[in-house]
């Protein structure tokens, strides 16, 4: 047991694209083909990019910030790999930009930074919808949730 | 030591619900308290002592069962029993408007939070508790509200939203939490103003919702504090500040702008004075005695009493109408300065209300007139009995 963590340790390795920890660098989503290289979803860890391929409705490709923007924390824009990922926005042929963050002070903070950042570079920046959950009834919602899932408001089709 | 109270010969309170009362405390190092089990009515609970007896630490007990820092916002770790552990616990068998209930809180031995448990499972209790348990309290550090800084009248209100808008605290958190990132970023050597931006709005948008929930909550305790009749005298409440007046005349989303523009356009004194130059925690709850037309501010010392208990009696009735939860009161020395009309008329209120109400005194005669209806609890350096 011991040795097949050890084994297991000494091969993963983050992929040096987009910060994935896998056995291979590029890592098996960067290295597959089939994949669209137009979407690039941008998450704050690891974890968050397993939830998202786990619910298997995503097909572009990733990019793991390594964290979130927080001052109290002391983690600043230098401390993320936001560099890196403007850089393979320009450098990929990306065309959408989805900003999958959590709805904490500094997922939003971050995900507000990100779409500054974008802005002119010719890519369509989205965020993950927040609102009413699937099976949710408005009367308990509390009023920051109603009031997001009312910006988010879109035609009845 | 186990004290049973009597219990008072009425129907149980609870014929009248949503309201909410403990049955039964057991204490475990908690201040000078340290370990007592109370057996409790569901109605008036009065306790007398000489000072130092202990009377506020068990109010301050059951304050600590709902969300928050209890009444006198005392870091855990200080609420401790002298030569203890460092730990302590309190443990509630509620009566809620659902049914029984257990709530238990407490600090771990070398821990720097308490942890909460309902019916016997780890809880975050500001998202669970409410709707099971609210505490309104009034202590004589709030006989200075009206002269205090705004800040203490922002809290008071802010206290009296909390105990039945379970969203409400997690937004005033989330609100502060953003100043103080704003700060740190200001503070820092080379500011990122793309960050700052980010901040901004997300600090708009939080206070332009804080300021709506205060808003809607000061319309609707005014529309009753307004209207009271009787020896308690009626109030006028209003909300005082620079985004209240911008939202009187503007849509939500407008103002959220112009507070990002504003905040954007202050960074520069804001780093240099701290804070933030406009937001929710620059506003204040203004009061104005509706029979005098005096600020309240300027009312005598027992006047400005009576205005108080007024508000909060008020927002009890609110909250009824509402059909909220009706919190567990709290008053510390509630009765000292008010003259002999209204302490009857305060006692008349409170053994009409379907919760619990907690009063304390030096002595047990001023609660005379409750000697039908509540339980009375001597304390003499922190030890509990029956009255006799």
Same mark, same amino acid.
């Given at each position: 047991?011991?040795?097949?963590?050890?084994?297991?340790?000494?091969?993963?390795?983050?992929?040096?694209?987009?910060?994935?920890?896998?056995?291979?660098? /590029?890592? %098996? $989503?960067?290295?597959?083909?089939?994949?669209? #290289?137009?979407?690039?979803?941008?998450?704050?860890?690891? !974890?968050?990019?397993?939830?998202?391929?786990?619910?298997?409705?995503?097909?572009?490709?990733?990019?793991?910030?390594?964290?979130?923007?927080?001052?109290?924390?002391?983690?600043?824009?230098?401390?993320?790999?936001?560099?890196?990922?403007?850089?393979?926005?320009?450098?990929?042929?990306?065309?959408?930009?989805?900003?999958?963050?959590?709805?904490?002070?500094?997922?939003?903070?971050? %995900?507000?930074?990100?779409?500054?950042?974008?802005?002119?570079?010719?890519?369509?920046?989205? #965020?993950?919808?927040?609102?009413?959950?699937?099976?949710?009834?408005?009367?308990?919602?509390?009023?920051?949730?109603?009031?997001?899932?009312?910006?988010? @408001?879109?035609?009845?089709? | 030591? $186990?004290?049973?109270?009597?219990?008072?010969?009425?129907?149980?309170?609870?014929?009248?619900?949503? %309201?909410?009362?403990?049955?039964?405390?057991?204490? =475990?190092?908690?201040?000078?308290?340290?370990?007592?089990?109370? &057996?409790?009515?569901?109605?008036?609970?009065?306790?007398?002592?000489?000072?130092?007896?202990?009377? =506020?630490?068990?109010?301050?007990?059951?304050?600590?069962?709902?969300?928050?820092?209890?009444?006198?916002?005392?870091?855990?770790?200080? +609420?401790?029993?002298?030569?203890?552990?460092?730990?302590?616990?309190?443990?509630?068998?509620?009566?809620?408007?659902?049914?029984?209930?257990?709530?238990?809180?407490?600090?771990?031995?070398? +821990?720097?939070?308490?942890?909460?448990?309902?019916?016997?499972?780890? *809880?975050?209790?500001?998202?669970?508790?409410?709707?099971?348990?609210? *505490?309104?309290?009034?202590?004589?550090?709030?006989?200075?509200?009206?002269?205090?800084?705004?800040?203490?009248?922002?809290?008071?209100?802010?206290?009296?939203?909390? =105990?039945?808008? /379970?969203?409400?605290?997690?937004?005033?958190?989330?609100? !502060?939490?953003?100043?103080?990132?704003?700060?740190?970023?200001? @503070?820092?050597?080379? /500011?990122?103003?793309?960050?700052?931006? %980010?901040?901004?709005?997300?600090?708009?948008?939080?206070?332009?919702?804080?300021?709506?929930?205060?808003?809607?909550?000061?319309?609707?305790?005014?529309?009753?504090?307004?209207?009271?009749?009787?020896?308690?005298?009626?109030? @006028?409440?209003?909300?005082?500040?620079?985004?209240?007046?911008?939202?009187? &005349?503007?849509?939500?989303?407008?103002?959220?702008?112009?507070?990002?523009?504003?905040?954007?356009?202050?960074? !520069?004194?804001?780093?240099?004075?701290?804070?933030?130059? $406009?937001?929710?925690?620059?506003?204040?709850?203004?009061?104005?005695?509706?029979?005098?037309?005096?600020?309240?501010?300027?009312?005598?010392?027992?006047?400005?009493?009576?205005?108080?208990?007024?508000?909060?009696?008020?927002? $009890?009735?609110?909250?009824?109408?509402?059909?909220?939860?009706?919190?567990?009161?709290?008053?510390?020395?509630?009765?000292?300065?008010?003259?002999?009309?209204?302490?009857?008329?305060?006692?008349?209120?409170? =053994?009409?209300?379907?919760? +619990?109400?907690?009063?304390?005194?030096?002595?047990?005669?001023?609660?005379?007139?409750?000697?039908?209806?509540?339980?009375?609890?001597?304390?003499?350096?922190?030890?509990?009995?029956?009255?006799?």
């Amino acid at each position: 047991m011991i040795r097949t963590l050890e084994t297991c340790r000494a091969q993963v390795r983050r992929c040096s694209l987009c910060g994935n920890l896998d056995a291979t660098d /590029p890592c %098996a $989503i960067c290295s597959d083909g089939s994949r669209d #290289g137009a979407s690039l979803c941008v998450v704050e860890e690891v !974890e968050d990019l397993w939830a998202v391929e786990r619910a298997g409705f995503f097909r572009g490709r990733y990019h793991v910030l390594g964290g979130r923007l927080s001052a109290l924390d002391g983690i600043g824009p230098d401390e993320l790999r936001i560099g890196e990922m403007l850089a393979r926005v320009q450098a990929e042929g990306v065309q959408e930009v989805v900003l999958g963050l959590g709805a904490t002070v500094e997922g939003q903070t971050t %995900a507000h930074y990100l779409a500054e950042r974008l802005q002119g570079l010719g890519v369509a920046v989205t #965020g993950f919808g927040r609102g009413v959950p699937v099976g949710g009834e408005l009367n308990f919602l509390d009023e920051g949730t109603l009031a997001a899932a009312y910006r988010a @408001r879109r035609p009845f089709a | 030591m $186990i004290a049973s109270a009597s219990a008072p010969a009425a129907a149980d309170a609870f014929s009248h619900p949503p %309201a909410c009362a403990a049955r039964r405390l057991q204490l =475990t190092g908690f201040r000078n308290l340290a370990d007592r089990r109370l &057996d409790l009515p569901s109605g008036p609970v009065v306790l007398y002592g000489d000072n130092g007896a202990g009377k =506020t630490n068990l109010l301050e007990a059951v304050s600590m069962l709902a969300p928050g820092r209890g009444l006198r916002r005392a870091r855990a770790a200080e +609420q401790a029993c002298n030569g203890g552990t460092g730990g302590w616990a309190i443990h509630a068998h509620m009566e809620g408007p659902d049914g029984p209930h257990t709530i238990a809180t407490g600090l771990e031995p070398g +821990q720097e939070r308490r942890r909460f448990r309902l019916d016997g499972r780890d *809880v975050a209790a500001r998202e669970e508790l409410p709707g099971i348990i609210g *505490v309104i309290w009034l202590t004589p550090a709030e006989d200075r509200l009206f002269q205090d800084p705004p800040a203490e009248r922002r809290r008071f209100l802010d206290r009296l939203i909390a =105990t039945d808008d /379970p969203a409400y605290a997690g937004l005033t958190s989330r609100y !502060e939490r953003r100043l103080r990132e704003r700060s740190t970023v200001l @503070r820092s050597g080379r /500011p990122d103003a793309v960050w700052l931006d %980010a901040l901004e709005a997300g600090l708009a948008a939080d206070a332009v919702a804080i300021a709506a929930v205060r808003a809607e909550r000061v319309q609707s305790l005014d529309r009753v504090v307004a209207a009271a009749g009787g020896p308690f005298p009626a109030v @006028r409440l209003a909300l005082a500040g620079e985004l209240e007046a911008l939202l009187e &005349d503007r849509p939500a989303l407008d103002v959220e702008e112009a507070v990002a523009a504003r905040l954007q356009a202050s960074r !520069e004194v804001d780093r240099e004075a701290g804070g933030a130059s $406009i937001g929710p925690h620059r506003s204040d709850l203004v009061a104005i005695d509706a029979e005098t037309g005096t600020a309240a501010a300027r009312c005598s010392t027992g006047r400005q009493k009576a205005l108080l208990v007024a508000i909060v009696l008020g927002e $009890i009735a609110r909250k009824r109408q509402a059909g909220s939860l009706v919190p567990i009161l709290l008053l510390d020395e509630a009765t000292a300065h008010l003259d002999e009309p209204r302490r009857q008329a305060l006692f008349d209120r409170i =053994t009409g209300l379907p919760g +619990q109400t907690w009063l304390t005194g030096t002595d047990h005669a001023p609660f005379a007139p409750l000697r039908d209806q509540a339980a009375f609890l001597h304390l003499h350096r922190g030890d509990l009995a029956d009255h006799v």
